[in-house]
């Protein structure tokens, strides 16, 4: 067991977000999952991600605020406490069109080549 404290968590720049700030709360260390990552996302009024596409499936889980989803032809709103799972390949894009600030987990595979302890 390892138990990694929020204020350990470490900055990192996401490619393709605005207005965003992200922390690696898992993964990319010695100590952490071996399969995946996980992170916490705070998206400003008015920040999002994309439009883009990874190879890699992910999931979001949002804890406060809304969180405007586009991808596979729907718009649809995620509320506190919903997942939203975009498959490998599928384009996303995503927007806070509130005025709080969107928080949300994100978990997602290594990329190819990366692995547990491999920084990114």
């Not at 990694?4 to 709360?25: D, G, V, W």
């Not at 939203?84 to 928080?103: A, C, H, K, Q, S």
Request: with cysteine.
């Amino acid at each position: 067991m390892h138990i990694k404290h929020f204020a350990e968590a470490e900055s990192y720049e996401a490619p393709n977000h605005q207005s965003c700030t992200s922390l690696r709360l898992a993964g990319f260390s010695d100590d952490g999952p071996e399969n995946f990552w996980v992170g916490c996302s705070h998206f400003l009024p008015g920040g999002g991600a994309g439009p883009d596409a990874s190879p890699l499936e992910k999931v979001y889980v949002i804890l406060s605020g809304e969180l405007t989803v586009h991808a596979g032809g729907k718009t649809q709103v995620a509320r506190p406490m919903d997942t939203v799972f975009i498959p490998g390949g599928e384009e996303r894009e995503i927007r806070n069109n509130g005025n709080d600030v969107v928080t949300m987990i994100v978990a997602m595979p290594y990329p190819p080549g990366a692995a547990r302890g491999g920084g990114r």
